[in-house]
Structure formats: structure tokens, C-alpha cells
């Protein structure tokens, strides 16, 4: 049996917020003693489709209760996803309809089990009780929260203060939210630092339903792959949870030392005291920060994708990126022949550019290389004599190979793949 010093060295791992340690700590020997698990509640609005790993530092710690022995609740907001959480938001969020929210949670559910134990974890639905609420029942529930407790929400006061308008169902939010831990009589709220305020929502409002207060824990919000920004797909610096075994790693391995360290912390089951003798390791020069790169690259891929396609992105990254040497694989397509032909033409026509700006860009910035050579003219014209081939490599991670042939002549199918 974990002692619950052990569980909550595991569990405060990460996290920022956490109201109150010492109620965390009773509630988990309470129960323990009783022989059984907490209940601990996660809610996802499935506003995109897409999870990336700035999503799964909650999961994760979901994960952590999870191998505990503690009830984890997956709560997809299907009712209040309609609504649309308004933190941070400067404005009003556009409303999803219920075909997209539901769409959007199939996908949700997919990608969390890459991490969660499917058997042992429950989803809800939180239209289940939300939708069942009369008018009545939202009346002397909204009667419990005050306008002024709502406008304490930073983002709220900078709207208001700003003469930008605030939606009445905004204001439900966080009060649909609260109902969801009174429904599943939650022992534990997680979320980001930026639910805070909801989940402390939450919390008061079970105290004045006669419920015992859930614990709030909030995590991180991850940087992205620049270190400097929230990972973010708007922003291009995102690792998303089913992007590729191969594209995962390289990704990773291309963020920075330091930041190295939090992926590690939030990112992985690593327990805080092997991080601890990790980094004394690398700090007293007995383990090299690039191969302690390389083990969190494939612990994340493979966490994700499973240990043989870990173990192969780690070779194909050694081979192409360390070794210089061509990947097994490589895209082809196959491109008119011709006189010759504007390179930055041709690297949008085979989709390694999306636009001529952005070709001569990877051109000037040495990012282009035909045949293992860079190349440094923008407006560089290629010759494309039918039955020739160029071994194209875009940045780090991108190969093609591109075949010209002329009308009616042999070609392989553009985007195949040969080894």
C-alpha cells in the first residue's frame, strides 16, 4: 500500500495551486482508511478537436491519482462547451453546436486514453444534470453566487472596465461548472492555472450545499516549443498528442536545455527525487544534457505510440540528424518536366512551402538543400529534364524526392513514400 506521504509526493508534484495541501492530505488518509478512492474531476469544453501536450500536463496528473487507485471522472462539457468558458477571453466566444461539441468529444476521447486506462476511468457527460435543471432549479442556483463574486474573474473586470460587452451566459460559466462538482460530489478539481477562479467557484459552492469542499489543484500552462510562449497550435511552438512517432521526437528534441527540465517535471512520471539525482547528474558532468534529451523524447513518444515506435523515431532522428544520412522513407513526387523552373515554385508545388514568400525565405535562411548541398538564391531556376531526379531536404525533418517527367510519360504518385 502507498503510504500517503508517498501519494502526496506524487500528486503536488507540478502543480502551482493547490487550496488546501492539508485537506488533500487528510482526505487521502480518510479514505485509505475506509478502503477507498477519491473522486477526482476534470472537465474538457471540446472546443477543437485536437489535444497537444500543453493539454496533457491535467491529464497526466489525472494519470497520477489514477495509478493511486483513485476515481478519475473525464468530464466532457457537452452542455457547458454550447456556453464556451470565457477565461481569458476578451471577448465573447462564439457559441459550438451541440454536432460540433459531440464531434469534438469523440476525438477527446480517443487521444486521453493514450495515457489513461480506459477501463478504470469514467467520462461523463455533464448535460446529464445540466440539461435536467428547470428554471427553478437555475434560479436558486444562481442565487447562491453573487454579481460581485463573478467580476472578481480578472478577465471579466478588465471587459467591464473596458465598456466590452459580457454575455449573460458568460456569467453561467463558472456557475455550470460549479454544479458539475455538486453532481459528482467531487473530492479533487483539477485544472490550469487559468481555471482558478472557476474552480474555486466550485468549491464555495458545494460548502453552501451542505457538501464537503473539493480540493483545488491547478497545473501549469506548458510552454510551448520556443520557451516563451504558451504551447499553442495558433502558434506553430505545439506537439500535438497524434502527431507522428518521428515528428513527436524531433520536435522535442529541439527545445531548449532548460526548458528540458520542466518537460521532464511535467511531462513524465518521473518522481521528484529521480529529477532531482537526474539533474545532479548532468550538473556534475557525468550525463550529457543532449542524451538526457534524448530519453525524455523517447519517453514522451512512447507514452504516446508505444515503445517500438519510440525506439524507431530515436534511430531515424540519430540517423538523419546526427549521422547526416537520408531517412528510409522519403516522400516522392513526381513534377512536370521542363526548360527549368523556379525553385521556389516547385517547393510549393510539392507542399514543402505554402506560399513563394515563404519558399525564398527558407531559401535565403539556408533552410533548402538539393542533392546534400544548400542552396542560398531565392530566385535560384532549376533545370527539370524529364527523367531526372533531386533529393530535396526542407529545415531539419522534411525530405522529398522530386521526379520531373513529361505528360504521359512513367511517374510516381505524387505524396507516395518508397524505401
Known sequence: MV????????????CVDVVRPEDLEARLAQAQGEGRGLVVKVGFDPSAPDLHLGHTVVIRKMRHFQLLGHRVVFLIGDFTGMIGDPTGKK????????????????TYKR????????????????SRWLAALTSEDWIRLTAKVTVAQMLERDDFAKRLAAGQPIALHELLYPVA???????????VELGG???????LVGRDLMEKVGLPPQIVMTLPLLPGLDGVEKMSKSLGNYVAVEDPPEEMFGKLMSISDELMWLYWELLTDLSPGDLATLKERVQAGGEHPMEVKFQLARAITRD?????AAKAAEEHFRRVHQRREVPEEVQEVTLPAGQTQLLSKLLVASGLASSHAEARRLITQGGVRLDGQTVADPFLALPCAAGSEVLVQVGKRRFARWR???????AAPAGGASS
Open 304 to 308: 504516446f505510440h508505444g515503445e517500438a
Open 177 to 187: 461548472q460549479a454544479y458539475d462538482s455538486v453532481a459528482l460530489r467531487a473530492d
Open 91 to 106: 471577448a465573447t466566444r462564439p457559441q459550438l453546436s451541440r454536432e460540433q461539441v459531440l464531434a469534438n468529444a469523440e
Open 404 to 410: 520531373f517527367a513529361s505528360p504521359g510519360g512513367p
Open 3 to 14: 503510504s500517503v506521504k508517498e501519494q502526496m509526493d506524487l500528486l503536488l508534484k507540478g
Open 193 to 199: 492555472t487559468d481555471q482558478l477562479f472557476n474552480l
Open 111 to 126: 487521444q486521453i486514453f493514450k495515457l489513461l486506462d480506459a477501463q478504470e476511468t469514467v467520462v461523463e457527460f455533464n
